[in-house]
Nanobody, 118 residues
């Protein structure tokens, strides 16, 4: 059974940083892993992902500020978020596709709240 558990969310002032963690059980993080966010009143969007081949994807709005990484020995992957903006407030979810490619995400964590104040 796959279980993904996020942590690291919280409240931060604009321009601050947070590091989100996602601990995986029952899911090999050698597969694709990713982070999504859902802001209030908006659709969910993929923020970053990392394929099993080592290729990364970042939404244009976060390029140069966010970094996705993983520590296979810890079954954990991360999202380092720097220079946060108030509009990036929302629920952040980690996910996996079950394959090395980042196609459809079928596994999800419960989410962690990020609040960025101006």
């Amino acid at each position: 059974q796959v279980r993904l558990v996020e942590s690291g969310g919280g409240s931060v002032q604009a321009a601050g940083s947070l590091r989100l963690s996602c601990v995986s059980s029952g899911y090999s993080i050698r597969n694709c892993v990713g982070w999504f966010r859902q802001a209030p009143g908006k659709e969910s969007e993929r923020v970053a992902s990392l394929t099993g081949y080592g290729d990364t994807y970042y939404a244009d709005s976060v390029k140069g500020r966010f970094t996705i990484s993983k520590a296979e020995a810890k079954n954990t992957f991360y999202l380092q978020m720097n220079s946060l903006k108030p509009e990036e407030t929302g629920m952040y979810y980690c996910g996996g596709t079950g394959s090395w490619a980042c196609g459809n995400f079928i596994y999800w964590g419960q989410g962690t709240q990020v609040t960025v104040s101006s």
